[in-house]
């Protein structure tokens, strides 16, 4: 039995879930959202908690019994708090910038680089060096996130790049010379 999946999800009040026909459906302040279910699960409803019941016997049913007790999770908290994640970007010079639907990176390249909001993503520019990337679904929420991340990566030598808020780079130590063996 999966430690994760047999623990109960909580419902807060206000929001609804609902899972028929293999398809879970949260509504909550904030949006809805829905998921596909695939193998031998059930999901069962009973008063402010929702609890993920394996009833197939299948070699994966184990793994997505606690997938989809984290996914139904991740949900629950999407449509009641949302989630979202903050770059720092940091090199001389460079700055981002909120035109309309769109986040302008001048990044250190010849070009400007441009990055859509998509749906269901909310891009922020509170600062010229600080993007923050919000919504009610943490997988499209993360993977913007990752894609303006992977725009500049942050380097050791300097810690120029984009790069989570609470991200840590290993620093290292540049090349001295004159030190060789003679």
Not at 72 to 90: P, S
Request: glycine share 14%; hydrophobic share 35%; net charge positive.
């Amino acid at each position: 039995m999966s430690r994760i999946g047999k623990l109960p999800v909580v419902i807060p009040a206000g929001v609804t879930v609902t899972f028929e026909n293999g398809l879970i459906t949260v509504k909550g302040a904030k949006g809805t959202l829905t998921q596909q279910v695939v193998g031998g699960i059930d999901i069962k409803v009973e008063g402010a908690e929702a609890h993920v019941v394996k009833t197939g016997t299948a070699a994966g049913d184990e793994a997505k019994h606690g997938l989809y007790r984290a996914l139904l999770h991740n949900m629950v908290v999407g449509v009641t708090d949302g989630y979202k994640k903050t770059l720092k970007v940091n090199g001389v010079g460079w700055k981002v910038a909120k035109q309309g639907s769109k986040v302008v990176l001048n990044v250190g390249f010849s070009h400007p680089v441009e990055v859509v909001e998509t749906e269901g993503v909310k891009l922020e520019c509170p600062s010229q060096t600080e993007i923050v990337v919000s919504g009610i679904d943490k997988t499209k929420v993360g993977q913007v996130a990752a894609n303006i991340r992977k725009i500049r990566v942050p380097e050791p030598y300097h810690g120029y790049g984009i790069a989570y808020s609470d991200e840590v780079i290993e620093r290292k130590e540049g090349k001295t010379g004159g030190k060789g063996k003679k």
